[in-house]
Structure formats: C-alpha cells, structure tokens
C-alpha cells in the first residue's frame, strides 16, 4: 500500500467527484466520476468540466467508488474515459445489477462490504453506509481528517447519529461534502399561476446548515449540484437552481463554506478554489448541436401500443394504491396525444386532448425520452431530467403527484420483483437505518 507519511489533499471536481490524492502522486480514491457529456437525455451538463490532462490523471486513481445507479454518479462515458485501471467499488445495495453491467462491459468492480472499515493506503480507511433509498454514504479517514461523503443519500436521523458517535470517537476535523440543490421534479408543477413550488432554495440551505450542526462539522464543500440544464425545454429550470450564491444568503452555521471546485490541503486546511470566470462550460456549439439533435428526434419518435401497454404495466405494479391516493386517476400527455389513466381499472385510455378528462393532473413527457425510459425500464429518472412537466388540475396537494415517481422507485429498482425482494428491502432498510451500529476506524497498530 502506498504511505501517506506527507499531507494529503481532498479536490472536488465535476459535480460529485472528489479525489483523494497525495501529492505529486496519482489519486488514492475517486468517487462519482461524471466528467465529461450529459445526462438526463442531454438536459443536464456540468458547470465546469474538468480538461483532458485532469481527466487523465484521475484515471490513474486506485478506487472508484459509485455511491448510486443515478446517471449524474453513475456515469458510464466517463467512467469509459477513466478506464479499465482502477478498481470500482459499489455499496451493497438490496439490488446489485451494476455488478453485472460492470463485468459485461470489462471493468472490474466489487461490492464493498457494508458497515466494515476498508483500508486503501496506509493510514486511508473507507466505510460504506447503504442507505434505504437505494444510495449510500461513503465515510473517508485520514490520518488528519474525517471526510463525510453524503452525496445525496440524505440520511434519516438515526444513522446521522451512528456517524457522528463515529466522529466524536475518531476527534479528528469533519469534512461534509452533500448536495444543496433540487434534482426532483419539486419545481415541475404548474397550475393556472404559473409554478408551483414546493421549496425555496433557502430550504436546502437550511439543510445543509443542520447536518453540519448535528454533525458538528468543521468544513462544508458544495457538492453534487454542479450542473446546469440547457435543453429547450429544461432552462428554465436554470432559474431554481440553489447556487453557491444562495450558499452565502443564506449561512446559518458555524461551519466553514468553502466554494465549489475547491482543493482542500487535509494537512493545515488551507484551500484553493477556482473562480467562476474559469469555469471551463460545455461549448456552446456542442451544446446546440446535441440539443437540437435531440429535439429533431423527440418530434419525429412515435409512440405505439407497445409503449402504452409497457408503461400501464408499470403504474399497475402499484393499482392497489393509486385508486387510494388518486382516486380521479392522472394523464400522460405525449406529443400530440394524451392517455389516462384510471386508477380503478388499471387502464391507460386515450383520450381528446380538448375534453379536459384528465383526472388530478397531467405529466407532459416527451415521446422519445418515455420510449427509452420504458426500455431500459427505469421510469424514476424521468422525474429528475427538469423538462417532464406536471399540470395541476385541481386543488390537491403536489406531492401526491411527486409520489408518483417516488413509486417508480421501487419498481424500477426491482423491489416489487418479488415478495422475496420486497422483504429484503425492508429488512435491509431497518438494518441500515433504525439498527444501525458503525464501528470504530481501527487503531494505526491493527492488524490488516
């Protein structure tokens, strides 16, 4: 294992890769690499990408940990640009499918065994936490330095107490890196106003703010909330984003905010950051190339009865609970044609768009991206793209609409495959949340 007798240095890149690494040496541990392209059907794209020659050198790195399957950590054209050399670890998930995707695709990857402290250099130990959301916190220690890498697990209550008893015991600096910004259709719904929205961006601040007071952590780093949405249909989203700006409003702690794209010196805790006029964007002539070609192929797709028939397939999964919360039933508006769907029936039924028959709200998707969304079976990320609209109909509460995608969830990640798979989800739930017991990093004299 390589020493780590001189200072080591934390950097955030990208949107929620942070490298580990010790100077001049190449990165001891990696997470989360989306470094190049989009994600979300090319709505997402990062507010700085890193250059070639950084990318380069992140390849070098040992460890590539993947916190979640979500495309903006999980992204597969960069973990492509990284290569083969590293080893890329996964938390241990109640479904593990991307140990297989990995395999088929020549990576070598493995599934970290949770709540067990791991060392990856001297003096370097990682813990992985799963999460019930289908997500995972990642617990870094150095020999000067705690590093809490929530990304945007956002952990219940009892397992940020387990972290914490963890952190008083090691008295070492806490570093918090977690997301601060909406990436849910939580701005999405229009009604006869206009936008309805669900939360401020005070509100994610004010979160932050509170998982570093019952962390009782020293130093923040904006994290996993770098990318910017410039598809046509998703700019506007641009407008409620939670900016670092907002950061500065709107600090409440007594924690440290330190910048994006900072590198942090885990000796002294001295930091370096890159100003926002040497963001390196995507190029504006790639952007509206992709984007574009994007639109062309969204007006041309055409949906068939295949995918009418796949997606009632999916909102069935869930028939014994929608008439109870949506008893009106809900639309899907795509394209030219509009279907709804009743709850009762478990029928997805076209109908005239100039009737208004539509039930609680409609969800206005763009035709290709709910063709591949049915594909590839993972219906969930049409909730986080930013152009997947919701219009309220009538006077109900928004989040019975945000439900709806939040039981796509559970589908998607193949929970409701079997009872056999529910109840490992739920135990597995209780077992990382509510009976949740982390031990302590191992003294510098244990043995390996």
Same mark, same amino acid.
């Given at each position: %294992? ?67 399957? *979500?495309?903006?950590?999980?992204? %597969? ?24 995707? %990995?395999?088929?695709?020549?990576? *070598? ?44 697990? $956002?952990?219940? $209550? ?48 004010? /979160? ?33 984003? &939670?900016? /670092? ?15 994006? /794209? ?37 007006? &041309? ?60 709200? =409609? ?5 290709? &991206? ?14 986080? &793209? %930013? ?8 006077? =109900? ?49 244990? $043995?390996?």
């Amino acid at each position: %294992m390589a020493t780590t007798a001189a200072g080591l240095t934390l950097r955030t890149l990208g949107h929620a890769c942070l490298a580990l690494y010790q100077d001049p040496e190449n990165p001891l541990l990696v997470t989360d690499p989306w470094l190049v392209g989009s994600v979300y059907w090319r709505s997402w794209w990062l507010e700085n990408y890193p250059s070639a020659e950084e990318i380069d050198w992140l390849g070098k790195t040992a460890f590539v940990y993947v916190t979640h399957e *979500h495309p903006d950590h999980f992204h %597969m054209p960069s973990i492509r640009r990284l290569g083969s050399g590293p080893t890329y670890l996964f938390p241990s998930l109640a479904e593990q499918g991307y140990l297989d995707h %990995m395999d088929r695709h020549g990576f *070598h990857a493995e599934s970290v065994v949770p709540l067990h402290w791991r060392e990856i250099a001297d003096g370097i130990w990682l813990m992985s936490v799963p999460a019930w959301n289908d997500d995972s916190v990642l617990l870094v220690d150095t020999p000067n330095a705690l590093i809490l890498n929530l990304n945007d697990a $956002k952990p219940l $209550k009892p397992v940020l107490r387990a972290i914490r008893r963890v952190a008083d015991r090691s008295r070492k600096p806490r570093i918090l890196l977690c997301s601060y910004s909406p990436a849910s259709v939580i701005n999405s719904f229009l009604d006869d106003s206009g936008i309805v929205t669900l939360k401020l961006a005070q509100h994610y601040v004010d /979160y932050v703010c509170r998982l570093c007071e019952l962390l009782a952590v020293d130093t923040y780093m904006p994290f996993a909330s770098q990318a910017v949405f410039n598809r046509l249909d998703s700019r506007w989203a641009n407008d409620y984003r &939670t900016t /670092y700006r907002h950061l500065e409003e709107y600090w409440r702690s007594h924690t440290r905010l330190l910048p994006p /794209y900072t590198t942090l010196d885990l000796k002294d805790f001295s930091y370096r950051s890159i100003a926002p006029e040497r963001y390196r964007p995507g190029q504006k002539s790639i952007l509206d190339l992709h984007t574009g070609h994007r639109s062309a192929e969204e007006e &041309t797709a055409a949906i068939s009865a295949e995918d009418i028939a796949a997606l009632e397939r999916k909102l069935n999964a869930f028939r014994w609970l929608l008439p109870l919360i949506l008893p009106r039933g809900f639309a899907f508006r795509l394209g030219e044609r509009c279907f709804h769907y009743n709850a009762w029936r478990g029928r997805l039924i076209e109908v005239d768009p100039s009737t208004g028959q539509y039930g609680d709200f =409609i969800v206005t998707v763009p035709k290709l &991206t709910l063709k591949e969304a049915l594909r590839n079976d993972h219906l969930t990320d049409l909730g986080i &793209t %930013m152009f997947v609209r919701i219009r309220l109909l009538r006077r =109900i509460d928004p989040r019975k609409a945000y439900a709806l995608f939040v039981l796509f969830q559970f589908d998607d990640y193949g929970h409701l495959r079997s009872p056999a798979a529910l109840l490992r989800w739920l135990w597995r739930g209780v077992k990382f949340t509510f009976a949740l017991r982390l031990p302590v990093v191992p003294s510098p004299t244990a $043995k390996r």
